[in-house]
């Protein structure tokens, strides 16, 4: 009889060792996941953010300042006519609106 009472108390402290680091475990685990959730959020704000920029860099006035301004395009205007040299440099036949 003797010998059983050590054993289940050799098996009740296992028991309780077992118990007490498989609960640090779960709190290790759930500071970590909490980080985690927490880091995801602020990816989420920056990815809104980065968002909203992005829109705003898109906006038609912004897309037309920078063609005119780096490109040097301009506006369509049917008042003026601009005639188009082939790339090669070699005129258009006269038929074909080039130079005679």
């Not at 188009?84 to 258009?92: H, I």
Request: hydrophobic content about 45%; aromatic content about 8%; some cysteine.
């Amino acid at each position: 009889m003797g010998r059983l009472n050590l054993i289940l108390a050799a098996v009740v402290l296992l028991s309780c060792f077992w118990l007490i680091r498989s609960s640090y475990e779960a709190r290790s685990l759930f500071v970590e996941l909490d980080k985690a959730q927490s880091h995801a959020h602020e990816l989420q704000i920056d990815y809104e953010r980065l968002q909203v920029e992005k829109r705003a860099q898109a906006t038609s006035l912004r897309v037309e300042k920078l063609a005119r301004e780096k490109l040097h395009m301009f506006s369509h205007n049917p008042s003026v006519t601009h005639y188009v040299v082939a790339a090669s440099g070699a005129a258009l036949p006269a038929s074909q609106g080039g130079q005679p």
